[in-house]
């Protein structure tokens, strides 16, 4: 009886970890796309850029500028800011397209600054990027001080520290996307032809790593933070782009100041520019989940199906050798 089950158990999930692709491949090139571009024409949008002073948000400025929106760049760092605010400037298609506000999403009182500009300039907003983020980079047992190989046990200072780390992690990766959202849905909802939210969110988040348990679980938490807000607020369209390892200097804002273990990211990592363009597009046709490379995707079902592969696939990535 018990092997019956398990049998007819294990049939039924084979079936659906075959067919639940094939329907999404099947869709993917059956369904018309609707075209945002139609109800907010690209010259003219106004985008907001959360995480602007670098990385992915610094290269999704830059196409905005270019592409004719009016862009608003918000960071910490000033220095930085600035100059991503001038180089917009200089690829806008039209003057005083590009304004900064030098905030931290975390903070509350920062938002209503920044909801405030952007009421007084444009009077209202379309698109809201949420690109900010941090890393964390360490095996959790490392983070309390106890090595791998000793049987040693944490002190209280130890579990402390992991949980300043998780603290820091998901202030950055959590509670700011969730107190942007708060801050500009009404102003969105109520101005925009079109409102439209992108989450860049990692593969970290849907795919379990050794050494990302801090920041795959805090990034997790805005992802489906995301996807339930999606069903809240039916009028604002919410897309999650979900990409693996990005070249440039990420890593350097670990909260647990660990070391970069994979492949050197900026030879082997996704191009910004690839998944700046990628973010556009799925924005541009509504698409609410994106892997990126789409190959991805696929990795969820393979996990189901055969976890050990893709755990030893995740080990070697992050160079991970549990004793
Ligand atoms: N790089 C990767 O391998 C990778 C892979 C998958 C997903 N992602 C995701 O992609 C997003 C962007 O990463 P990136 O590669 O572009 O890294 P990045 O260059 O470090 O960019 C992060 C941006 O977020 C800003 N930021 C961080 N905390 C902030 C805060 N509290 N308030 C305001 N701004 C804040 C940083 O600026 P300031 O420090 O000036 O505030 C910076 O502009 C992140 O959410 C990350 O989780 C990255
Ligand atoms: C990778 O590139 C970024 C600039 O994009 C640079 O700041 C960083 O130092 C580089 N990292 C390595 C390991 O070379
Ligand atoms: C794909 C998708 O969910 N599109 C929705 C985007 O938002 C508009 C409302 O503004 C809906 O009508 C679309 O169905």
């Not at 220095?79 to 806008?92: G, I, N, P, Q, Y």
């Not at 202030?171 to 925009?192: A, D, E, F, R």
């Not at 990420?250 to 700046?276: C, I, M, Q």
Request: with cysteine; glycine share 6%.
């Amino acid at each position: 009886m018990t092997d019956i089950t398990r049998v007819t158990g294990g049939t039924t999930t084979l079936a659906l970890c075959c067919l639940i692709p094939a329907w999404i491949i099947y869709k993917s090139f059956t369904e018309p796309r609707l075209r945002r571009p139609e109800l907010v024409p690209p010259s003219g949008e106004r985008v907001l850029i959360l995480g602007a002073s670098s990385g992915i948000g610094h290269v999704l400025a830059l196409k905005y500028a270019v592409r004719g929106a009016k862009v608003c760049v918000v960071a910490r760092r000033s220095a930085e800011l600035e100059r991503v605010r001038s180089e917009c400037e200089v690829v806008a298609r039209v003057p005083d397209a590009v304004f900064s506000v030098c905030a931290d999403f975390t903070d509350a009182e920062a938002l209503i600054i920044v909801r405030n500009k952007i009421e007084e300039k444009w009077h209202g907003l379309d698109t809201l990027v949420v690109s900010a983020g941090v890393s964390a980079l360490r095996p959790v047992l490392e983070i309390a001080g106890v090595s791998r190989v000793s049987a040693a046990q944490p002190s209280a200072d130890g579990v402390q520290r992991v949980a300043d780390v998780a603290l820091a992690a998901i202030k950055g990766n959590y509670i700011g996307p969730l107190l942007s959202v708060v801050t500009m849905i009404p102003l969105m909802k109520s101005t925009s032809a079109s409102p439209s939210v992108l989450l860049v969110s990692s593969l970290g988040a849907a795919i379990p790593a050794p050494t990302r348990a801090i920041y795959g679980s805090s990034k997790a938490a805005s992802y489906i933070l995301y996807q339930a807000l999606s069903i809240e607020n039916p009028a604002i369209n919410f897309s999650c782009v979900l990409p693996s390892t990005i070249e440039g200097n990420f890593r350097a804002s670990a909260v647990d100041g660990g070391p970069t273990r994979e492949v050197d990211p900026n030879r082997t990592g996704l191009k910004r520019e690839a998944v700046a363009e990628r973010c556009i597009s799925a924005v541009d046709t509504y698409e609410k989940t994106v892997f990126f490379p789409t190959i991805y995707r696929y990795a969820q079902f393979l996990w189901w199906l055969w976890p050990s592969y893709v755990e030893r696939k995740a080990s070697k990535k992050y160079n991970y050798t549990p004793t």
